[in-house]
């Protein structure tokens, strides 16, 4: 039997919603800033460098929900958002976070944006 390919031993979901020019609601990726644009390849590419490609992947997503602290990601697991990013902070998340071990805590969501999560079956109808 040969071995299957490794799972990955973390999952980074980064918002890539656009609101159109002109909406009042902020977005993770703004027309009228480039960096934001560039945020995903800049993760991608990093990661890739460091040569962890393979045990750490990148997906793109649609809104995650914490529109007013974006742009946001989510690195699973762990449930941590980290919020306003720019690529130093994004460099800073995959060493000392994906590669170290630690949590940057001070990039990460505020507690009162991002409370415990609800188990379903406690609001299931």
């Keep these: 039997m040969t071995p299957g390919i490794p ?15 002109g909406m009042p609601k902020p ?20 990661l890739m460098q460091k ?3 393979a045990t750490v992947q990148p997906v793109q997503t649609g809104c995650l929900g914490r529109c007013q602290q974006g742009p946001v990601m989510l690195v699973e697991p762990g449930h941590v958002m980290y ?3 720019t690529k130093e902070k994004i460099d800073r ?3 000392e976070h994906i590669i170290g ?5 001070e990039y990460r969501i505020p507690d009162e944006m991002w409370a415990e999560p609800v188990p379903p079956s406690e ?3």
């Design 7 to 21: 799972r990955p031993a973390f999952y980074i979901f980064k918002c890539q919603q656009s609101a159109p020019p």
């Design 83 to 85: 919020v306003g990013l």
């Design 101 to 105: 071990g630690n949590v940057v805590e």
């Design 27 to 46: 977005s993770c990726v703004r027309q009228d800033d480039p960096e934001s644009q560039q945020l995903f390849q800049h993760l991608a590419q990093s």
């Design 51 to 53: 040569g962890i490609i």
């Design 123 to 125: 609001v299931a109808r």
């Design 93 to 95: 998340i995959i060493d």
